[in-house]
């Protein structure tokens, strides 16, 4: 398996899933299997299908979590001296050209992407279009919507 990029926080929130996922949901689901267990017939027992159903869940996400941190190569923003460049966990600040609407993205890991904390997977268009470039500089983006250009205003590694 290739290895995962993530920074060090988004690294900490999936140790700190897993941790929950083993040591409260799995517990939890183990329980709940029991008590329908005790309700007798499973052939038409709705919780037992229900708490089954979530074992399984629960199961494949802790598989899915072990292995995305066990090929995580995790990143420290702080640590890196990238000569002002847009790399990997970096945050940058865009004008849209446009509009004149300003934005500060950070650039993260597909597993710890969220726009509404304003972090962008490195996969999507704004981020690979932003890589490798430097405050001044122009990028052009292919959004849904259209072209759209931003303006690097600042590149930061915090």
């Given at each position: 398996?290739?290895?995962?990029?993530?920074?060090?926080?988004?690294?900490q929130?999936?140790?700190?899933?897993?941790?929950?996922?083993?040591?409260?949901e799995?517990?939890?689901?183990?329980?709940?299997?029991s008590?329908?267990?005790a309700?007798?017939?499973l052939s038409?027992?709705?919780e037992?299908?229900a708490?089954?159903e979530?074992?399984s869940?629960?199961?494949?996400?802790?598989?899915?979590?072990?292995?995305?941190?066990s090929?995580a190569q995790?990143?420290?923003?702080?640590?890196?001296?990238a000569e002002?460049?847009?790399?990997?966990a970096?945050?940058?600040?865009?004008e849209?050209?446009?509009s004149?609407?300003?934005?500060?993205?950070?650039?993260?890991?597909?597993?710890e992407?969220?726009?509404?904390?304003?972090?962008v997977s490195?996969?999507?268009?704004?981020a690979?279009?932003?890589?490798?470039?430097?405050?001044?500089?122009v990028v052009?983006?292919q959004?849904?919507?259209g072209v759209?250009?931003y303006?690097?205003?600042?590149?930061?590694?915090?």
């Amino acid at each position: 398996m290739s290895s995962v990029p993530l920074t060090v926080r988004g690294a900490q929130l999936l140790k700190d899933e897993l941790h929950n996922l083993k040591t409260k949901e799995r517990p939890a689901v183990i329980n709940a299997i029991s008590e329908a267990r005790a309700q007798g017939d499973l052939s038409e027992n709705a919780e037992y299908d229900a708490a089954k159903e979530r074992q399984s869940f629960v199961e494949g996400r802790i598989n899915e979590l072990e292995s995305t941190l066990s090929a995580a190569q995790i990143i420290d923003p702080t640590l890196l001296d990238a000569e002002g460049r847009v790399v990997f966990a970096s945050t940058v600040s865009l004008e849209d050209l446009e509009s004149g609407d300003k934005v500060t993205y950070q650039i993260v890991g597909t597993d710890e992407a969220d726009l509404k904390e304003l972090k962008v997977s490195i996969t999507s268009p704004i981020a690979r279009a932003l890589i490798g470039k430097y405050a001044g500089d122009v990028v052009e983006v292919q959004a849904p919507g259209g072209v759209r250009e931003y303006e690097v205003l600042e590149v930061r590694y915090i």
